[in-house]
Structure formats: C-alpha cells, structure tokens
C-alpha cells in the first residue's frame, strides 16, 4: 500500500516567517494530495489540495506543489502569523481515491 | 456545510467491555472512515465502508469492526476494550464515485480504557 512520510515533526518559525513542510509518497497510481490544519482540540481541516495533474496551487498565504516524478509534495506558508500555529497533515489518495494515508504530523509554532 | 457528528467527546470504559463508538454525516456521503490518532503516529486508517453494508479493513483493524446498516451511519465497535485501545478516535465521510473528495472529520472521540 501507500506510505507517506513527513518532515519535519516540528517546526518553529518567529511570525511573518515562512514555514514548508514536505511529504513523499511511494504509490506512483495516488493523485490526489490533501492538507489537513488539526488545532489543539479541534477536528483537522482542510486548509488545501492538490491534483496530479496540477503542479502548484495558491490560496492566499498558503501554496502546495506537487513534483509527481520524484513523488513529493509540499505545503508553503508564507507571512505566518501566531493562528498558524497547529498540527499538519499531509495526506496522499489511493488510486481509487476511497482511501487516504496520512503523513505523522507536523506541529507548526508561530512565535510573536 | 458536512457536518460529521460522534455522539461522544469523551468516554472511559473497563479493560473487557464492549464499546460502541457512533458517527453520523448529513452529506449523503459514499465513504466513511475511522481512523485513530496517537501522538508521533499520525492517523491510522482502521476500517472504511464505501457504501450500506460494505466495508474494508484498514492498516489496524485488529481488535475492533464496524457497522454500516444506514448510510449517514458508521459505528465502531471494540468488542473487548484493551488499554492499548486508548486513543482519539476519529470518524470521517467523503464523496465517493471515484472523486477525489477530501474527508471531512468529527470532533472526534477521546476513549480511556482503564
């Protein structure tokens, strides 16, 4: 099956800093690439995703790319703010896109 | 707006007893899942169900099974609690079809087996 890795596990970063946090993944036939936002008791949400067939995506301070030959993919923060602080969940789809598997997690600490 | 609801936040329960964990999305989903989140170990996929009545093991099924007999409904059961089995548990729906839809989570249930 897909295995997905992350790094780093955590990451400090002062405010209006940039953060980037990377996935790879194993299973060539995954194409879709969600992120998860998981603050501290709360449920993750997805903050972005991403299509194979696409190879960056932006929304506001937040961007992912997608390099699908070496099979990772990244989450870019930029201008960080204190509320960015949260765990991170990089996720790849199975070819079938009924399963997903999840990176370990990133815990992202924006300092003032 | 999905809304994914688990009827608990927080349960303790007894090493040996049987515990019914309930999830209900208001989507009309295909997929659901139920994963387990543990610290350094992100979220493990425990059994998923595509459709009423079908269901798939995941990467750590040992020790629990589920149920699907609604489609807005997807419980897991621990048929004898463990104090292994500590753990958030997390339940999630999706479009299915073959989309690539995200998952959208429950709050998620805080489970203590003592």
């Known amino acids: 099956g897909e295995n997905v890795e992350q790094h780093p596990s955590t990451l400090s970063v002062q405010e209006g800093d940039s953060a980037v946090i990377k996935c790879t993944y194993s299973?060539?036939?995954?194409?879709?690439f969600p992120w998860y936002k998981q603050e501290l008791g709360k449920r993750p949400q997805l903050i972005i995703d991403i299509r194979s067939n696409v190879g960056e995506k932006k929304d506001q301070r937040i961007a992912v790319t997608l390099n699908k030959t070496a099979k990772h993919f990244s989450l870019h923060i930029t201008e960080t703010q204190p509320e960015d602080s949260a765990v991170y969940f990089c996720?790849?789809?199975?070819?079938?896109?009924?399963?997903?598997?999840f990176g370990t997690g990133t815990s992202l600490t924006v300092i003032p | 707006d999905v809304k994914v609801t688990q009827s608990s936040r927080y349960l303790v329960k007894r090493t040996g007893e049987k515990v019914f964990l309930e999830c209900v999305q208001d989507?009309?989903?295909?997929?659901m899942f139920w994963y387990r989140q543990d610290p350094g170990l992100g979220l493990r996929l425990i059994y998923f169900s595509y459709d009423v009545k079908m269901k798939e093991k995941g990467d750590i099924p040992e020790g629990y099974s589920v149920s699907r007999e609604k489609k807005e409904r997807f419980s897991l059961i621990l048929e004898s609690a463990s104090t292994n089995q500590t753990s958030m548990y997390l339940c999630a729906s999706s479009q299915g079809g073959g989309l690539r839809s995200p998952l959208h989570f429950g709050n998620g249930t805080r489970l203590t087996v003592t």
């Open positions: 996720a790849a789809s199975s070819s079938t896109g009924n399963q997903f598997y």
């Open positions: 299973d060539s036939a995954s194409n879709y």
């Open positions: 989507m009309d989903h295909e997929n």
